[in-house]
């Protein structure tokens, strides 16, 4: 599993963040959820992606960083066999 931060992990309060999740399973991707949260566990944004099994799934989204501090980006998916993988990356705000 890949969590891309195209323009790196350190932004402006009010820039957009870019994010692409990649997740790769030789045995299938079943799917996954994603979300953004503020280092107070504040949901900020988030969704779910149906794999219908490929062996690749990917998603592309963006989220405002409105506020200072840091950020972080889960993803939680499931192969086929409903084994679970967690990824967790940080993107730091502020001036």
Do not use: H
């Amino acid at each position: 599993m890949v969590i891309e931060l195209p323009d790196g992990d350190k932004y402006g309060k009010g820039d957009d963040v870019e994010i692409r999740i990649t997740v790769r399973d030789s045995d299938g991707v079943k799917n996954f959820e994603w979300g953004v949260f503020t280092q107070n566990g504040v949901s900020v944004k988030g969704g779910n992606k149906d794999c219908g099994n490929a062996g690749e799934c990917s998603t592309k989204q963006e989220f405002n960083a409105a506020l200072d501090g840091v950020f972080q980006i889960g993803v939680k998916a499931y192969d086929s066999a409903n084994n679970e993988t967690v990824e967790v990356k940080q993107v730091y705000v502020g001036g």
